[in-house]
């Protein structure tokens, strides 16, 4: 039952991706005052695209100080590892809007771009916006309720 | 506690994929349905999403007058997101094991992917508190 795959008639769905931490980032050190006014502005924002309809889901991510990479090991237990690419891009938050248009994406996106930083100035933040793809089609599905689903055959 | 789980990937990567055979493209997605099923059984699955393939991403930025400034231009090394999971789990080793699981899914001819998973807690209330 995922919230995000029920899409009104005629409408699409696009994910709005705010790439704009850098490995190792904390929390921002701005005056409170500032944090506060960006705060609000997301407030705003996420009660607009509520009233109107279009919020699918949005969240804001902890700080990539606290981001980890996982991959399995042969035996398939979690390999952890906490150390990235300084020029790495993390995700600090995003929205999942659904829209009658992908202008009224680009739109919103303009929004967030625009949202309030240190001293009140506009971020300027780039954002990121990525349809989002419906089901696989079907004959890719096909037969998958028997197909073996154990992590290899050969 | 939540997480998200992000498969990250370079159009490189995705071009790759777009090569595999449709069996290793169907025993793929078949692995992700059972995993999907196995998280809803448990209670932990939050949301998922696939996305649309990088070739169709924009960056967004607001102009002066606040109009949308969009740009499809981005450095080949650039990693894109591919899909996600959100998860409510007990506790992060819970999440590092999910994305063991993702981590592990299989690719062509069965052998594992061995793709590297994100594992990022969320921060905020869940959008109902906000609104």
Known sequence: MSATRATMEGTMKYLLMMNTMRAGQGVPQWPIHDLHAHIAFMRALAQDLHHAGELVLAEGLTFPDQARLVRAASDGTPITDGVFPES????????????AAPERAYAIAARISA?????????????EVRPVAGAPPPEMLRDVENQPTATTKR | MRYMLLMTGTCAGV???????????????AYLQKLNRELTG???????????????????????????????????SKEFLLGYWIVDVDCPERACAIAARLSAGPGPGGVPTNMPIEVRQVMTARTADLT
């Open chain 1, 88 to 99: 790495k891009e993390f995700l600090a938050g995003f929205w999942i809007v659904d829209v």
């Open chain 1, 115 to 127: 949202a309030p930083g240190p001293g009140g100035a506009p971020l300027d933040m780039p954002i």
């Open chain 2, 15 to 29: 071009d790759h994929y777009r090569a595999w055979s449709e069996k290793d493209i169907q025993a793929h997605f």
């Open chain 2, 42 to 76: 448990s209670g932990e699955f939050v949301a998922t999403a696939p996305l649309a393939p990088p070739q169709q991403a924009l960056t967004v930025r607001a102009g002066k007058d606040g109009a949308p400034v969009t740009d499809g231009v981005f450095p080949e």
